[in-house]
């Protein structure tokens, strides 16, 4: 009898221990934060945003609010990524001078299946891209700490990538890293030059886009 209740206690004992294996690999990571927006030097706006990971991969959260250089107002913005950081589901409600707009995607293999609902009327589109481009809805900022959360301080090369600004066209994007500050990276984008600060957990410190006259700069708890 003894025998059978020691068997069955380590048969529960090394059940729970897998369990418990299984559940720390899986655990979720959290970040929020909120970036403020400068224009010309202004604070014109702000973007708070979550970044989650999960077995399944990573989820972005965004909302926010910015007066200049385009009114425009974040009620919704979600983008789901796999583990490699590949789009795989994107949803972002907006609002451009009170006139409120949706677009859904779903993403497989480079194909984005697009529906855009603007006053009552719907949209769809069918896009070809290459399959690991980010998504970059202009103007919302927080879309970029995908390339910082991917690439982080780690970047020993300049890169040739492809950027998606959705809903319109892909772009080129070349990445690549400052050799005084290897948690600086240079961005290009459709010959705009950008500057971005990340760190080792890939969090967006700052953004700054000379040519646009825009800043972005994440806020300290």
Known sequence: ?????????????????????????????????????????EKVGYEEYTWES???????????RMTKPVDMEIHSLILRLDKSFIPRQFNFKFSVGGLVQEI????????????????????????KIKKDAFFLPNPVFSCYMV???KFRCHLQEPVELSAYIIPLFEVPLSLEFDEESPCLMILEISGITMEMETDDKGSLKFLRSPAQKLKVYKQNP
Request: hydrophobic fraction near 50%.
């Open 147 to 149: 390339i910082a959360k």
């Open 104 to 127: 859904s995607s779903l993403i497989t293999d480079g194909q984005v299946e697009n529906t855009i609902h603007v006053s009552r009327q719907e949209y769809k589109s069918i896009v």
């Open 1 to 41: 009898m003894f025998k059978k209740i020691l068997v069955v206690f380590i048969f529960m004992f090394l059940l729970l221990l897998c369990f418990v294996v299984f559940a720390a690999q899986y655990e979720e990571e959290v970040e929020s934060g909120v970036l403020s927006i400068y224009f010309q030097d």
């Open 54 to 64: 999960d077995e399944m991969g990573y989820l972005l959260s965004v909302k926010g």
